[in-house]
Structures are given as C-alpha cells and as structure tokens.
C-alpha cells in the first residue's frame, strides 16, 4: 500500500526535483552566498534520508584527528526541544541537544560539540568561543551556505543513491547530480566479506562521477556498555528484548541473529522520543520476560535518550570499518587535505 502511494506521489516528487535544481543552480553561480571558513571544514552527509551510517563515519573521523588537532563537531541536533545555538557542556541532556551530539560530547571529551540550525552561525561560534582548529560538520550535504573544504558522500551498500529516486516518490534529498560535489563517495554497511564482483558492480554504477570510492561494514563491539557488561559471544545465553528507535536497526539484528541471540525487537522511528507510557511499556515488557538471564538492550544513539528514563539498560556500540586495507588510504586522504587547508 505505501508503495503505491508513493508511485501517486510522482508529480511531488518532480516537483520537488525542480526546486531542489533550481536552489542548488543558485548556489552554483554564485546567487545563493555559501560562507568558506579560514579552518578545514569536513562535511559527513548523504543524498537520501538516514540510515546510512553518518553517526559512526564521523566518530571514525573525530578518533583519526583528535590526538593531532583541536576538533569541533556541528550538528542540527534533530530530536531536540531547543532552537539555536548551543556548545554542549555537563548539564545538557539529548532535549537540549539531540542524541548524536550528546553521543559525541559522552564519548569524546577533548572535542567542542556544538548543535546550530544556521550552520554557519554554529561554525562562527565556535571559532569564536573554542580554540578549534578542524570542524566536521554532521549530515550538511545540503546545507550549502557553508562551503566545507572537504566532502564525504556516504552510500548505504544495498540502498545505494543511483538505484533511488527523489521524495517522495523515493528517499533523495535531492538529484543523484549533487554527488558531483563530493570529494569521495563511501558505500557503508557492506558485509564483511563482500565479493570483489560485487564492488566492481557498484563501481561501474558510481563511475560517471568520478570520485574515489571506499568500502565500509560496521564492527559492533565486544562486550556490552552501560548497565551489564556481556561478551557478545555470551548474549546467545539470554534472552534480549532489543529496542530500537533508529532509521535502520536491521544490521544489528541480523548480527544478533548471527550470534544465535534469542530477541524480542520493539521498533520505533529513528530519533524517537519516547512517552512515559512507553518507557512503561518496554519496562513491563522486559520484567514479563520468562528467562533466566535476560538483558534490556538498545543502539548506542538510543542509548542517551533511554537511560535517562530506564535503570537497567545496556548497549552495543558500532565503529566502521574500511575493507581491502583501504583504511589508511582513507586517513592519508584527509591528512593529506588538512595539512594543505590549514592557514
């Protein structure tokens, strides 16, 4: 049913194909002004909407630059209950500054984490207030008033842009056309033993833009976080009532899956605010739970909002990971660029 109301959708999504040309032309030529800053500003973003892996690509990021440089990250803060700037300190929770953010400024203490609708206000402000040397400004690749200095594309692997149309017909943002403006494109949430014909496929899709094309999968990792400290390899030994409210929670369940893990999924939409009815929900739904050992489990990004509200809850973080080695050409990719950007 909804994907035929998509298929009604079509002339929207012309539409919206039209104006989406029309505002990225303007800019193009110079009648939209774009803000270029004197520091590197390295842009994380996609053409279609979430689930692709922005949150961990930027984390790879902040752990390959934090022991050299002074970094900040800009966000929008999607989820949050403020409007305008703020520089996230101890006293912020994800109301103030959404989930991502608070999940950088947890994790990362020596990075300046800032949430800004106008990202060029936040940008401004944090030079002005920080020492910061580097930003990276979180899922802007349609936010073309700043004009970062380096642009990283990313592509979910069975979900790519050039096999998609725009909203809201389909999930782009805008026409497969502004992937000209990036200076790689990174195919994330590959398997990870995924077969050389497979990428060759994809490179053969995503030849006409002439970019460099990196392969990523996503590591969870070993143990869980937060309110139990389990081995995966020992979470096949209970039962897991998995909540999730992300765009995409089917990579953790299928490697749930893969460690013979019994799980009871609920599923909300991504950046979710969840009720006090609902935390009442899930709650009577873990302790109504008939097992001997038993684990309350949600996504790192999730993470910041639940525990808040529940006790007893534990997580499992996600990192990327390049495949074929290709890591290091990635890091020498972005090293080579801040050494050639920086004033």
Not at 143 to 159: C, M, P, Q
Not at 162 to 181: C, I, Y
Not at 259 to 276: M, N, Q, T, W, Y
Not at 290 to 299: P, W
């Amino acid at each position: 049913m909804m994907k035929i109301l998509r298929y009604l959708l079509f002339p929207f999504a012309i539409l919206y194909d039209v104006i989406t040309r029309i505002r990225n032309f303007c800019f193009d030529v110079g009648f939209f002004k774009q803000t270029r800053f004197k520091i590197p500003v390295i842009v994380v973003g996609n053409l279609s909407v979430g689930g692709t892996g922005k949150t961990p690509q930027v984390e790879y990021l902040i752990r390959l630059l934090k022991d050299s440089y002074k970094l900040a990250t800009v966000s929008r803060g999607y989820g949050r209950k403020t409007k305008g700037y703020f520089l996230a300190n101890n006293t912020h929770t994800s109301k103030d500054i959404g989930d991502e953010p608070l999940q950088y400024f947890n994790k990362f203490d020596t990075v300046n984490v800032a949430v800004a609708e106008k990202r060029v206000l936040g940008i401004s402000n944090i030079l002005r207030n920080t020492s910061s040397e580097i930003v990276l400004l979180d899922d802007a690749y349609q936010h073309r008033n700043v004009k970062g200095s380096f642009y990283v594309l990313l592509t979910k692997y069975n979900d790519l842009f050039v096999n998609d149309f725009l909203l809201p017909t389909g999930n782009l943002r805008e026409s497969k056309k502004g992937a000209q403006r990036t200076d790689v494109i990174v195919v994330t949430k590959c398997p990870k033993n995924l077969k050389d014909r497979s990428k060759k496929a994809i490179q053969y899709k995503l030849k006409k833009y002439n970019k460099k094309i990196f392969f990523t999968t996503i590591s969870y990792d070993e143990t869980t976080s937060g309110s139990e400290q389990i081995y995966v390899n020992d979470l096949k030994n209970y039962t897991v009532l998995l909540v999730t409210g992300i765009a995409n929670p089917s990579p953790m369940l299928s490697f749930l899956e893969e460690k013979e893990v019994r799980v009871r999924h609920l599923k909300f939409p991504d950046h979710h605010a969840f009720s006090i009815k609902e935390i009442q929900t899930i709650t009577t739904k873990y302790h109504k739970l008939k097992a001997s050992k038993k684990i309350l489990l949600t996504t790192e990004k999730d993470y910041v909002r639940l525990s808040t509200q529940i006790d007893n809850i534990s997580f499992l973080g996600i990192k990327t990971s390049f495949l074929d080695n290709k890591g290091k050409e990635f890091d020498e990719l972005i090293m080579r660029h801040i050494q050639q950007n920086q004033r």
